[in-house]
Structures are given as C-alpha cells and as structure tokens.
C-alpha cells in the first residue's frame, strides 16, 4: 500500500472538440494498494473524510463520490472523465515502485524517489499534464 499525496494538473486544450477544454487539478491526500488490473484509490480531504474511492478489476472500475456511484468499462474510462485526460496507470505503478517504466508521451524524474517524490509530465498529446506524488513512510 502507498499513501501520500498527489497532484494532477492538466493544461487547457483550447483545439478540443466540441469545444476548448479548461486547466483542470487534482490535489488530495491518498491511500492506494494493488496494481494496474485490480485495486483502490481513496482520495481524503484535508480533514482525513473521505472525497472520493476508486475500485478497480479488469472488466470495472467503480467511483464513489458525493453519495453517487459510477461505473465505468476500465480504470482508463473513469481517470478520463474525472480529468479529462489519460494517466499511465500500468508506468505509475512502476514509478511508485521507483521503477522508470516509459509510457508514450510521459517522461518521469525518479531522480527524488528516495526521498518520495515522483514527478512525471507529458508533452504530448495535448492536454500537456503533470504528476506529483509525495509519498509518506
């Protein structure tokens, strides 16, 4: 299990279709075990409640949140419509294990791991974003 916390930022996409896209971040203190098959995410407020929990198999992934629960084909379906944008779930699980696995587009810096910082950021495709884990002991 990891815990820590994390930080998401994506870039506005003013060329998205329909319409422009604006910035969007995620900040929040985490709890998160398994792997990139099957697992959970609790994200809590700076209070220590619970802001929302992620559960995930290979055929569902599920989002509680706000007393309402979604679900959603693949992890990669529910990370899309709560960011609008693609984390590498199968790399970020390597990172967290201080691992530098590639996935396209990403580049991440291990180089603070030890201290349990991870920063990965993506170029390209638009949306640019940016990853921050710090993770506790």
């Known amino acids: 299990m990891w815990r820590g916390r994390l930080a998401v930022l994506v870039q506005a996409d003013p060329q998205a279709q329909p319409q422009p896209t604006p910035s969007q971040s995620i900040g929040a203190a985490f709890e998160l075990q398994g792997n990139a098959q099957q697992g959970s995410l609790i994200l809590l407020t700076p209070l220590g409640s619970t802001a929302a929990a992620v559960h995930w198999t290979p055929d569902l992934a599920r989002l509680q949140s706000n007393g309402q629960t979604r679900e959603?084909?693949?992890?990669?379906?529910?990370?899309?419509?709560?960011l609008g944008t693609n984390i590498p779930v199968t790399a970020l699980f390597g990172w967290l294990d201080g691992q530098a696995l590639t996935s396209e587009g990403w580049q991440v810096d291990l180089s603070q791991r030890d201290r349990g910082k991870i920063l990965a950021r993506r170029q390209a495709p638009v949306p640019q974003a940016e990853l921050r884990v710090v993770l506790e002991d």
């Open 72 to 82: 959603f084909a693949s992890l990669n379906q529910l990370i899309v419509h709560l």
